[in-house]
């Protein structure tokens, strides 16, 4: 008699989910070597080189992925200062006004407000919307800048340490 279950055919991709189901379930409390990664692999009858290409692949999208949250770790924080400032001049501002009583600075006051709190909105509209072109060109810009300091650290480095 025949074993329906051993005759149940998968697709790739449902082959994957279920290993991924699967190594994630499996309670494994430490980390795997790079060997032990092979060796899987072998079991798999996946070769050497597919699995290098898979892991440089993975180290790249890996470092991509890293400086992207780096640089929305960056625009957080540049808004929270904002915010900050905002919070700290325009509580300033209107105790003073509310000390001195409601006189004629009060609708110049309120211009300045409505101004400066449309401009942090939409500061955190694009600090919160990592999507799209606008986003990529910030980024590009944040990663040049960064990787401009980077290099003239370096030559600062080098040449002190003379």
Not at 53 to 73: G, H, P, T, V, Y
């Amino acid at each position: 008699m025949a074993n329906p279950e051993a005759d149940r055919v998968y697709t790739q991709e449902d082959v994957q989910q279920i290993l991924n189901l699967a190594i994630a379930q499996h309670a494994y409390s430490g980390e795997f070597t790079r060997a032990q990664l092979l060796e899987v692999a072998d079991d798999l009858a996946i070769p050497a080189a597919i699995v290098q290409q898979a892991e440089q692949a993975w180290m790249q999208s890996n470092n991509d992925r890293l400086k992207r949250d780096a640089f929305d770790a960056s625009r957080r924080a540049t808004l929270k200062q904002k915010v900050v400032r905002f919070a700290i001049v325009n509580t300033g501002i209107t105790a003073l006004q509310i000390f001195m009583g409601l006189g004629f600075l009060w609708p110049v006051y309120v211009v300045v407000l409505v101004c400066w709190s449309v401009s942090l909105g939409l500061n955190a509209w694009t600090v919160f919307h990592s999507e799209g072109e606008a986003y990529e060109k910030a980024f590009q810009r944040w990663h040049r800048g960064r990787q401009v300091r980077t290099a003239v650290n370096r030559w600062i480095d080098r040449l002190l340490s003379v």
